[in-house]
């Protein structure tokens, strides 16, 4: 059985870098075709895929997020944590990760982030 | 760059059939992925490579890809199916995921 956790801050104050960790399990980020997904969800509205790692190191950016995000795995931890630097209160939402063979499936639970001064 | 287009909204009576669409140019040549979203919830996978259903997804979601239009299928819909529904595509000309801006789904 697959799952994923998210874990991190639940407020960041404006201008702060915000780190999230995917913590998961059954599953190996070192099997051909794995990736971990970060999506994100402002309240009330729609889903915004944020950044993609595959199991050969492959990464794969929003194009309109790309130069404030850095994804990352740790293999031996079963864990990818996502950077997001420079945060507003227009980040403000719920982050899911999700285990990645071209679709998404499962997703975490998801953390609220609260951006506020 | 690549957009995908969903009505914000569809209603259906218990027991009919709800069809939520996706549109895209030629989003044919791509592959869909459908997830339903219920209030206070994770997203959850229903259908993927357009027509697929994940195990213990019922056989009531059903999946179609041609031409402009992907179609999610619910056939006799019920009341539990009231949720939020999302298509994603992978966008090969940038290399990116997208999710459509999501279905309203009302059971009426």
């Known amino acids: 059985q697959i799952t994923l956790k998210e874990s991190g801050p639940t407020l960041v104050k404006p201008t702060q870098t915000l780190t999230l960790t995917c913590s998961f399990s059954?599953?190996?980020?070192?099997?051909?075709?794995?990736?971990v997904a970060w999506i994100r969800q402002p309240p009330g509205k729609a889903l915004e895929w944020l950044a993609l790692i595959y199991w050969d190191d492959d990464e794969w950016y929003s194009p309109s997020l790309k130069s404030r995000l850095t994804i990352t795995k740790d293999t031996s931890k079963n864990q990818v944590v996502l950077t997001m630097t420079n945060m507003d209160p227009m980040d403000t939402g719920t982050y899911y990760c999700a285990h990645s063979r071209d679709w998404f499936d499962p997703w975490g639970q998801g953390t609220l982030v609260t951006v506020s001064s | 760059s690549y957009v995908v287009t969903q009505p914000p909204s569809e209603s259906v009576a218990p027991g009919q059939t709800a069809r939520i669409s996706c549109g895209g140019n030629?989003?044919?040549?791509?592959?869909v992925h459908w997830y339903q979203q219920k209030s206070g919830q994770a997203p959850a996978l229903v259908v993927y490579?357009?027509?697929d259903r994940p195990s213990g997804i019922p056989e009531r979601f059903s999946g179609s890809n041609s031409g402009n239009t992907a179609t999610l299928t619910i056939s006799r819909v019920e009341a539990g199916d009231e949720a939020d529904y999302y298509c994603q595509v992978w966008d090969s000309s940038s290399d990116h995921v997208l999710f459509g801006g999501g279905t309203k789904l009302t059971v009426l």
């Open positions: 490579d357009d027509s």
């Open positions: 059954g599953f190996s980020l070192s099997t051909s075709g794995v990736g």
């Open positions: 030629n989003i044919e040549s791509k592959t």
